[in-house]
Structure formats: C-alpha cells, structure tokens
C-alpha cells in the first residue's frame, strides 16, 4: 500500500470528541495496478472499561502517496508502545505484530512486547484473519490499554507470529477495524467502538471521517474525530442512511448518476475507509464509463483482473459520477476517477471506479475524500454523509 510531500498537520481542537489529524508521507511509492489486484479480491461476491489516565491527546496520521489508503498512530500499553494502524471500516480486528514474530515480514515493523507492559493480559486463544486478496497474519489474543486521539480503554488486540508476505513493505504495522462485532474474527471480542461507547467515553456514539484529498488541498488536514461531528467540514446538512446490516457499514445504493442523469444501477454496498477506489458491479461499471469518453476497459489476463483506465486529461473535467444514498445524491468528481497514469505512455489513467465487485459495491477512499461520513454506532446504527467543505 502506497505515500505523498510532507507537510505539518492542521490541528483543529474539537469542541467534542477526539480528533486525529492526518499529514502527508514524502517517501512511500504505490502501485495502483496492484491496488486494483487486491481490492478487487477483497470481499468476494458478497460480502465498563477503565480509562487510562494520562491518554494521548491528537495523534498525526498520514496520507499515503496522493490518498491512497491513510493510517495513524495508536498507543498500546503501559509505558505506551506506538503502532502505524490503517483504520479500516471495512473490518474489525486491531492486530499488529508481536516481538515473537521473527520473520523478515515482521521485523521491518514495530513490533509489540507485552513483557513490556505492565498493564497486558493473557488472554491464550488463538487467533487468524484471512483477507480477500488472500493476505493473512496469525497469532495470539492479549488484551492491553489501547488509546487513539485521547480515547483509552481496555481493548482485546491480536499479537501476530505470522504475517503473509503481501505486508511485506507495507508502511503501516497492522490495522484497527472499525467495523461491527460481529465480523471480529473471534466470536465474542468487542470492538474498540463497543468499548469506548460502553464506558462512556464518546460524547456521541460516532466516529467521523474527513479523508483530504490531495487534488483539492494537498492531500492535509485531515482526521478522523471520535465521538463528535466536525460541522466546519461539510457542506449543508447530513444525510442518514440506516444501515442495512450490521458487520460491514452496509447500505442500500439506490442509483448511480451521470452529471444528476440516472444510470438505472442499484445495490447494497458498504462505506469503506480501508478501500482505495470505488469497486462496483461489472454493467455498472460499463455504464459510468460509456458516459466518458476515452474510457478503455482491458480484460483479465492470467496474473491480473480486468480494468478500467480514462484518459488522465480528464483531471480537469468538471464532470460528476453520482452515487444516491439515502434519497440524496453524492458526487465523485470525474477528475478523480482519473486516479494514476499508467505509465505506458498512453496518456491513460486508472479508473478511480472499477467493476468486479456484483454483490456488494464498495464506496472507498475516492468517494470518502470528497463526502464527509459518520459512522454512527447508536441503537440504530447509520451513516451521516455530506459534501465535503474544503
């Protein structure tokens, strides 16, 4: 996974909640054919706490190379010992590597150890995760005092002996899901949300996102706010969508639109922060790009999957792609779909919105760092999505 130029992070002090802002990364190289690779395999055809005293407060995360995933820095233990995690609302476990994994994979990342701490706790069952594009990472369950942007509680983590060699040269050292319990690959494990909203730390059951985009303000000043709504950061009001199953933040996706002109396509989906692109189902794909012109589909071949490129001109279209959720249409600026030259000399860019994906689609960072979202984990949980203020 992939990096963009440094700079300093805004910092906005939050009248409630707890926000992490996020800065860019000068060094990381991506590749987006291999992004493509991987997310299109990622779902397959479906898809009272004792508050530490003393938490952090705002913690810096980073963009990585011009919004391609976006990660940030998370305590654990006692003295704290600090992790690059991916937030992903596309899944629920928070692991990391432990100091028993001695593999090259492992070293190249921080590594926790829990002799270290004096605040862990054996827990002794075993764990593992598979991800879609066949990642995977195995290990031991502990539990620890895990605090993120001034939020601390006692949080069950899995200490990974094993990674698979897809993490080797990733630039975060494991992930922390946002998503629902009851896809934590433990049957019985909170997640750090469950947590936090149980011990009442959060004066809003939510966590709000505000991914920046680096073609509209450099890629700064973002951050991820828990338990609290950053109004500055919107425009109008937000638009709540009832989720329509709890495990992934999934919900009706009623159509898609061309410049506010339906394309007559629908589907459940789900709002992914772990996700790069856009990944819909293959005739809704052909119908986006039959409206632009210069779209070129390239079919699979043994190694890689088939997919979309537009021609990199168009990252100055004023053009929209629009995804209506909730009565309510969001657009994705035609210069983002846009999204990375191929390098072949054609003149051509990856698509930021790829098929593959018929059962559930998957609205990732393209379509998050032009909409805010709040992922809100209430007795009736929802998403709250509005334009995004830049």
Known sequence: MFAVAGASPLRFPPKHGHAIPLERNPNYIHNTKAQIHKMSNRYGNRLRTKVLAGSTGKVP????????????????????????????????????????????????????????SSTFQKDGRSWEITYGDHSNASGILGSDIVSVGGVAVRQTIGLATQESSQFEGSPEDGLFGLGFNTIESVRGVQTFLD???????????????????????????????????????????????????????????????F??????????????????????????????????????????????????SVPCSLQTSTDNVGFTLGGTTFNVPVADVAYEDLGDGSGNCYSGIQGGQDDLWILGDVFIKNNYCVFDQGKIPRIGIAPLNY
Not at 81 to 109: A, M, Y
Not at 213 to 240: M, P, Q
Not at 268 to 278: A, H, P, R
């Open 195 to 257: 947590n936090a909203i149980a011990a009442g730390l959060l004066a809003k059951p939510v966590v709000s996102v505000f991914l920046p985009s680096y073609r509209r303000n450099g890629g700064v000043g973002g951050e991820y706010l828990f338990g609290g709504i950053d109004s500055t950061k919107l425009t109008g009001d937000l638009t709540y969508i009832k989720v329509s199953q709890r495990g992934y933040w999934q919900i009706p996706m009623d159509d898609i639109t």
């Open 259 to 308: 410049n506010g002109s339906s394309l007559g396509q629908a589907s459940e989906g789900i709002v992914d922060t772990g996700t790069t692109l856009v990944i819909i189902g293959d005739a809704a794909a052909k119908a986006v790009h039959d409206k632009i012109p210069g779209s070129v589909n390239t079919p699979a071949t043994s190694t890689d999957p088939a997919y979309w």
């Open 61 to 116: 995360l980073v963009n990585v190379d011009h919004d391609t995933e976006y990660y940030g820095s998370v305590s654990v233990g006692t003295p704290a010992q600090v992790f690059k995690l991916n937030f992903d609302t596309g899944s629920s476990d928070i692991w990391f590597p432990s100091i028993n994994c001695t593999s090259t994979i492992c070293e190249s990342h921080n590594r926790f150890n829990s002799v270290n």
